[in-house]
């Protein structure tokens, strides 16, 4: 049955348009027009905005959830804790873990892919870590942190198909193999948690890492050794055209005006917006938990941001991609259709999701209804309504 969605603002890539008419039949857009074509139901906007789907690629977790629990449960609690906000994909993120979580991630995953009627689609993994640096580990458990070892990553990558992207810190030993074999098998290699000056990056952007892991966070910046300075990955990353980068714009990890130095460096087109939630988005201030329930890290919820207890660093956040398109027009002063496209096409491009992320025809009907302040009144996953407040 084709589906109309008339009297909505369209978001498309660089502009707003209040005469559309949208239709979608069997899971895919079939018209943007303004016509009015025959269909079977139809939704009333009122006025609302109508945006393509927010598309979440760095995600731990969500109402009470953290993907590292194994569970299809987990899988399906985040993920329709996010579809609330607005996301209709999501790419599981595990923080480091040893080989057997992640082979309980990978069958909790297809598990719950299965089963998936009410949350934002799942179309793979993402692994941050454990090929860090120390020094830039973050919240990631030290007892994991390690060098890229061939034996265990081509194990790993030989066990599942279901890798989409995998983080890494480039200056470690044998990281650029691990690299060129991310790259070989059509995984996306990112440069996350590193320590990695200039040189290291650009031979890492050879090798095959084009993407970086949430700039500014976990990563070198510009620094002196005896009189001499050197720029970290946070420079190389906006001197290397060709390095897709994403931002946690939650308005705790980075204030407005690096929101808006990033945009100004990269550009809509090459920056994404993610949550890099854990397990508390979506849930009340106190105690809680980063990673698996069992072999986690203790970490505390406040101020609108996840912490350890020593509030020595950031924990992940507890943002909602809403909450990220919101706060790029407020605090970044970003255009809506700039802040929409970094929250949709953009990281659907990075990861090679051709099937969806814009308004326009033959593309997925993943839709979301939203007001002038970014709150969520309907989200549509491939035709499928799976939120309605």
């Not at 790419?91 to 949350?119: F, H, K, M, Q």
């Not at 990553?153 to 066990?159: G, N, T, V």
């Amino acid at each position: 049955m084709k589906i109309r969605i008339k009297n909505g603002k369209v978001i498309l890539r660089d502009r707003v348009e209040e005469n559309l008419n949208v239709y979608y039949e069997n899971g895919f857009i079939t018209d943007v027009t303004d016509q009015e074509l025959p269909c079977g139901e139809e939704i009333d906007a009122k006025g609302k905005y109508l945006s393509p789907g927010f598309i979440d690629i760095h995600s731990h977790g969500g109402g009470g959830a953290d993907f590292l629990d194994g569970t299809p449960q987990a899988f399906l609690t985040a993920a329709k804790t996010h579809a609330r906000h607005g996301t209709t994909t999501i790419v599981p993120t595990a923080t480091s873990c040893d080989y057997e979580g992640i082979r309980t991630l990978d069958a909790a995953w297809r598990d719950a892919v299965r089963e998936n009627r009410e949350g934002a689609d799942m179309p793979g993994l993402h692994l941050e870590g454990p090929y860090f640096s120390m020094n830039q580990r973050g919240a990631q458990d030290p007892k994991y942190i390690r060098n890229p070892d061939p034996k265990e990553y081509e194990k790993i990558l030989d066990s599942t198909g279901d890798i989409l992207r995998w983080s890494a810190a480039p200056e470690l030993p044998g990281a650029l193999e691990f690299g060129r074999e991310l790259k070989r098998r059509g995984i996306l290699a990112a440069i996350g948690h590193s320590d990695a000056e200039y040189p290291e990056v650009e031979a890492a952007y050879r090798a095959g890492y084009t993407h970086v892991t949430h700039l500014y966070s976990g990563m070198s910046m510009v620094h002196r050794r005896n009189a001499y300075r050197y720029a970290g990955v946070v420079e190389s990353a906006f001197l290397i055209d060709g390095l897709t980068v994403e931002i946690i714009a939650d308005g705790k990890h980075l204030p407005a005006e690096l929101l808006r130095l990033v945009v100004k460096f990269k550009g809509p087109d090459k920056t994404a917006l993610i949550t890099d939630s854990m397990r508390g988005a979506g849930m009340p201030d106190g105690p809680s938990i980063l990673g698996s329930l069992d072999k986690g890290l203790p970490v505390i919820i406040e101020d609108g941001v996840a912490k350890l207890p020593d509030r020595t660093s950031f924990a992940g956040s507890v943002a909602t991609a809403d909450l990220l398109v919101r706060n790029m027009v407020q605090l970044a002063r970003v255009s809506l259709p700039d802040a929409v496209r970094m929250a949709s096409v953009t990281p659907a491009n990075i990861m090679g999701f051709s099937d969806r992320g814009e308004i326009q025809k033959s593309r997925r009907a993943d839709l979301v209804l939203f007001d002038e302040e970014i709150h969520v009144s309907q989200t549509i996953v491939e035709g499928r309504t799976v939120w309605k407040a």
